[in-house]
T-cell receptor, first 116, second 118 residues
Framework: DGGITQSPKYLFRKEGQNVTLSCEQN?????MYWYRQDPGQGLRLIYY???????QKGDIAEGYSVSREKKESFPLTVTSAQKNPTAFYLC???????????????FGPGTRLTVT | AQKVTQAQTEISVVEKEDVTLDCVYE???????LFWYKQPPSGELVFLIR??????QNEISGRYSWNFQKSTSSFNFTITASQVVDSAVYFC???????????????FGRGTQLTVWP
């Protein structure tokens, strides 16, 4: 089955620790995205990557980092610099080449991160 | 400024009622795309429909229909004869395609929580 996998579904961390969220897709999509969702806020873009070894900051990149070494994988690290890391994180991918905006994005099941 | 506005935060209806979810967008691009997504309680967003700025035809898919009006910058979503399984958060989104725009990124509204009671 083709799709996007995010693991784990629930993640708990202590304040001050870095944590990496996994995102893997087997759809052969070029573009991948990370969003953060808070209650009543909708989805906000953290980082996106249109091609391997390239990525751009979204609207709320501070305190986050990403890498795109493989087409299938786009892990997100939430660093200790992120002031309010507790949120629901969604990964998405799109088949659009070079960020073709006409294609829809497919979403993973999300990771709910709680930092205490 | 918010590019996509979903003014209705929450809507509650009783099963079999029709319900319309509003979406108003803002863009200076001549070419753009509009999307609707459904987020059930499980959390994963499900793609429902895509519309380009040059196609103002309304679309119907089963109990779902969409009304796109460029004159009012709106892309409203109607569910006919709602069912309990329609309960979810619905998001409207915009992507811009003119030269100079940030291609591929989606701008989401804040979503409308629809609750359908039996």
């Amino acid at each position: 089955d083709g799709g996007i996998t995010q693991s784990p579904k629930y993640l708990f961390r202590k304040e001050g620790q870095n944590v990496t969220l996994s995102c893997e897709q087997n759809l052969n999509h070029d573009a991948m995205y990370w969003y953060r969702q808070d209650p009543g806020q909708g989805l906000r873009l953290i980082y996106y990557s249109q091609i391997v070894n390239d990525f751009q900051k979204g609207d709320i990149a501070e305190g986050y980092s990403v890498s795109r070494e493989k087409k299938e994988s786009f892990p997100l690290t939430v660093t200790s610099a992120q002031k309010n890391p507790t949120a629901f994180y969604l990964c998405a991918s799109s088949m659009g080449l070079a960020g073709d905006p006409s294609y829809e994005q497919y979403f993973g099941p999300g990771t709910r991160l709680t930092v205490t | 400024a918010q590019k996509v506005t979903q003014a209705q935060t929450e809507i509650s209806v009783v099963e079999k009622e029709d319900v319309t979810l509003d979406c108003v967008y803002e863009t200076r691009d001549t070419t753009y795309y509009l999307f609707w997504y459904k987020q059930p309680p499980s959390g994963e967003l499900v793609f429902l429909i895509r519309r380009n700025s040059f196609d103002e035809q309304n679309e119907i898919s089963g109990r779902y229909s969409w009304n796109f009006q460029k004159s009012t910058s709106s892309f409203n979503f109607t569910i006919t004869a709602s069912q309990v399984v329609d309960s979810a958060v619905y998001f409207c989104a915009l992507s811009e395609a003119d030269r100079g725009s940030t291609l591929g990124r989606l701008y989401f509204g804040r979503g409308t929580q629809l609750t359908v009671w039996p």
